[in-house]
């Protein structure tokens, strides 16, 4: 982050705000359900979640299938409606957001095949009352050089790459202040992965723009983000710089994301399955939730759920939710 954008940052309260966010989804009744006579028990995808952007910053989001990755990104978008909890963009609730754009991981699906890229870009524009004048400023923006050329094609001539690119420029459209980026390289091969990077970064840099990148590889973090979430079963279970997270990862759900690479450098290049053991279906432990993968649990860790709180010896930024973190041996 470039020193005037963390000088802005540092200053003003967060672009975006989220607080105590949870979403429950309404599960389908199983038969041994509909015997009993008894409702079934929703999926609870987010549990409680507090977050915070600043202008300008790239924050990773991190977690296994399943943690809530893509629900979190849905509420901020305004897509979907938390069951509980506040999620404001520049002090302002959902009916006011103008500002946050929406990149999801698949353009094949995004894109109409049968649209131009103009089209594409257009119907945003037309639906937010927005000049048609900004098709070509996105075009160029996203790289789709020059935007003559692109603007009337249909997304089977581009490359997988330049189709993630349309519509990263279908968001910059809009004039966004964030973009949330759902695991947006991970369907391209890694020339195409580094180009998209480096658009994001320049994105940031050149226009201020700030991004929630969403994603399961932690080398994707590593190279991308100032901030790292890391997301367990719907919850923050640890949180701080890129460095803090991934340098010196404090919670033993971060640890296990860690040694399941292939290298202990979180730079090494590569798609990495992310944790040891399987992420439990059905009910959420009580207390802390990752207990039953912990090789550190104690009967404490079933009893209530541990707090997220300045890791030890960490900055004030790094905090981790995990009642044993100040005895776990350091890492060698
Ligand atoms: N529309 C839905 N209806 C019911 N359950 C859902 C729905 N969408 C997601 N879920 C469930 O909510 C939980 C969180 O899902 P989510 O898609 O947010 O996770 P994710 O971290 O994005 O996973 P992935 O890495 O696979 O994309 C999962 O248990 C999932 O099965
Ligand atoms: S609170 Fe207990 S179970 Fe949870 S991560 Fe820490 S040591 Fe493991
Ligand atoms: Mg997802």
Known sequence: MSEQLRANTSASAPLLRVRGVSVTYAAQRSIADLLARRSASGIVALDSVDLDVNAGEIVAVVGESGSGKTTLARVIAGLIAADEGVVEVEGEGPN????????FQDPYETLDPKRTLGEFIAEGLEAQGLPMDRVDTALEAAELLPAAAFRDRVPEELSGGQRQRVVIAGALALNP??????????MLDVSMRAQILALIEQLRRDQGIAWIFITHDLSLAW?????????????????????????????????ALLAALPSTDPGA?????????????????????????CAHAIEACALTRPPL???????????????????LPPLS
Not at 271 to 291: K, N, V, Y
Not at 315 to 324: D, F, K, L, N, S
Request: proline letters at 6%; aromatic letters at 4%.
């Open 96 to 103: 006011d957001w103008r500002s946050v754009g929406m990149v």
């Open 177 to 186: 202040k964030l973009v949330i980026a759902d695991e947006p390289v991970s």
């Open 269 to 293: 290049a590569g798609t990495h399955s992310l944790a040891a053991g399987e992420i439990p279906q059905g009910d959420t432990p009580s207390g802390c939730r990752f207990r039953n993968r």
């Open 309 to 327: 709180e300045v890791a030890p010896g960490g900055g004030a930024e790094h905090r981790v939710a995990c009642i044993r973190a100040a005895e």
């Open 223 to 255: 190279a991308i983000s100032d901030r790292v979430v890391v997301l367990y079963l719907g919850a923050v279970v640890e949180e701080g710089t890129a460095e803090q997270v991934l340098r010196n990862p404090a919670h033993p759900y971060t640890r």
